[in-house]
């Protein structure tokens, strides 16, 4: 999905501070202004940013049990770098102190978002198998599940803030778990 909004901030560069709040909703980038506004109006992800593979399933087995597996393919953490200008710096670039005060930041995007994807795409299998049985007037399923059976750690969280913990990871795929489960329908 091409997000193209040139046109506009040619004609209206005041546009661009709305152009880069719509792009932080839409594209984990971070909200903040850009000291060059048409740099980031056309963002074209590549194609593979965009597609997702989740096929899901259900066998019947002997024994009335069903053994049901999920895969998950969506792409990896799309890689931004996002440089927050302090007061101080903005002052000695301005040669006078910001109107939002000493205190004031700005936050510049460094690359261009959703385009470069360092992470590897992430792969996980749930599998479960469960069984049916009647009591009286009630259904009973117990089953056993099984999340991430391949006990695959992509990462899925990255620091976005350049700095020196840019790119450092926050967050990994939960390992390995299995859950005893029972569902009861009267």
Same mark, same amino acid.
């Given at each position: ?8 901030? !040619?004609?209206?560069?005041? %546009? ?6 719509? $792009? #932080?909703? &839409?594209?984990?980038? +971070? @909200? ?31 024994? !009335?049990?069903?053994?049901? %597996? ?6 990896? $953490? #799309?890689? &931004?770098?996002?440089? +927050? @200008? ?47 049985? &009647? ?52």
């Amino acid at each position: 999905m091409v997000t193209d909004a040139c046109d506009i901030v !040619d004609d209206v560069p005041e %546009f661009a501070m709305n152009l880069a709040a719509t $792009v #932080a909703l &839409t594209t984990n980038s +971070v @909200v903040g202004p850009n000291n060059a506004p048409s740099r980031f109006c056309r963002i074209s992800p590549p194609w593979s940013a965009l597609t997702q593979v989740k096929p899901f399933g259900t066998y019947p087995l002997p024994w !009335d049990l069903r053994a049901s %597996f999920n895969y998950q393919h969506p792409p990896g $953490v #799309a890689t &931004t770098s996002t440089y +927050v @200008v302090s007061g101080a710096e903005i002052a000695a670039a301005l040669g006078r102190a910001p109107a939002a005060g000493a205190r004031a930041t700005a936050a510049f995007e460094l690359l261009e978002p959703q385009r470069l994807r360092r992470e590897s795409r992430l792969n996980q299998v749930n599998l479960a198998v469960t069984r049916q049985f &009647t009591v009286g007037g009630a259904r009973l399923l117990p089953g056993i599940e099984l999340h991430n059976a391949l006990n695959a750690s992509t990462v899925h969280t990255i620091v976005t803030r350049y700095g020196p913990a840019w790119e450092g990871v926050r967050g990994v795929l939960t390992p390995r778990i299995m859950k005893f489960a029972l569902q009861v329908d009267f």
